[in-house]
């Protein structure tokens, strides 16, 4: 089996870094049977939740303490990559450490086996000019009150407030697309040399080209990438066979929610499209997970087959026999 890239949904992982470490062990004995049964695999990872919480740290610390620090939609990307990436590492070295203890056999004989996990810290190159930047629509931190967003917007007029599903207002950063992963041969690196590898956390730290900064000519900017579109870039990039998309529900759904909803076992690209045009996707939720892996399918080279499954995290580890999620094809 080929190279496979797996994206690891934030909401999956649970609020808090106790639910996220119980989430990831239940998954981790799936990730490294994933791991061994392929030629190299990769986790990306959400970080909605993850950065929620840190923006909602910040905000109340600067709200009570002149001495705590602003900080930017980079940096809270930077640290979610951080701990969630560690937390990974972590729980994917228990158990490759568990197997290789004679509890149980792993299969396979090179990658995970010989227990090298890395995560690595991964910008992400998106394009100024973006139309997202100029409606921003991705809601992060925490709910607040009409009179609370009023406030905020006045200490903050650069910051964009909006309703979100009626539940409150929050405050909504820009989501353009990926443009390419800058670190992308220090992942191919990784993945080369054995390494089972966490990277692009959180769709990526957002950068857009900035020829006066430094070697590099990159500049950090306040949004956050979509994780799935980052995977599906990532995968394409490193000529992976197949995406794996992680998510809190078992497949894919039409009619969610409805007398009339039905799981899929399978839908082809043309199909996928269609009900992507029929609105069966809600934004900001599966539609972009049916589009990731849409793209990546219809990006395959020319006599070239990939796929793309869509399932529970806890099926990560069967997504590539079958059986489990929905497959795109």
């Known amino acids: 089996m080929g190279r496979s890239v797996v994206a690891l949904g934030g909401n999956a992982l649970g609020l808090t870094p106790r639910e996220q ?5 239940n998954a981790a004995a799936g990730l490294v049977d994933l791991a061994t049964s392929c030629d190299g695999l990769v986790v ?4 909605g939740p993850q950065v929620g919480q840190i923006e909602r740290a910040f905000s109340l610390g600067c709200a009570v303490d002149p001495g705590v620090p602003e900080i930017g939609m980079p940096e809270m990307v930077s640290m979610s990559q951080g701990y969630i990436g560690d937390h990974v590492v972590a729980v994917l070295e228990e158990e490759v450490s568990r197997r290789r203890s004679g509890e149980e056999s792993c299969a396979g004989a090179g990658g995970p086996a010989r227990g090298r996990v890395a995560a690595l810290v991964t910008r992400v190159r998106v394009d100024e000019a973006d139309p997202a930047f100029a409606h921003p629509t991705k809601p992060i931190g925490p709910f607040l009150s009409a009179e609370q967003a009023e406030r905020r917007r006045a200490e903050h007029p650069d910051h964009v407030y909006g ?33 089972l590898t966490v990277a692009c956390g959180g769709g990526g730290v957002p950068v857009v080209s900035d020829p006066s900064r430094g070697v590099a000519g990159l500049r950090a900017v306040d949004a956050v990438i979509d994780k799935d579109l980052t995977a599906a870039l990532l995968a394409h990039t490193l000529e992976a066979e197949t995406l794996v998309i992680c998510t809190a ?21 043309a199909r996928a ?52 999620g929905t497959l795109i094809h």
Do not use: Y
């Open 249 to 269: 529900v078992p497949r894919v759904a039409i009619g969610w929610g409805t007398d009339r909803q039905e799981w899929l076992k399978d839908m082809s690209v």
């Open 44 to 47: 990306a990872h959400g970080n």
């Open 21 to 25: 470490v119980e989430a990831l062990r």
């Open 163 to 195: 309703q979100d599903a009626g539940r409150g207002w929050r405050r909504m950063v820009p989501s353009p697309r990926p443009v390419e992963i800058v670190e992308v041969e220090a992942v191919r690196a990784l993945v080369d040399a054995g390494f």
């Open 273 to 324: 499209r269609e009900l992507i045009a029929a609105g069966e996707f809600a934004p900001g939720s599966m539609l972009p997970k049916v589009l990731a892996a849409v793209e990546f399918v219809e990006s395959a080279p020319r006599g070239e087959a990939r796929r793309a499954v869509i399932c529970a995290l806890a099926d990560a580890g069967r997504a590539l026999g079958g059986g489990v």
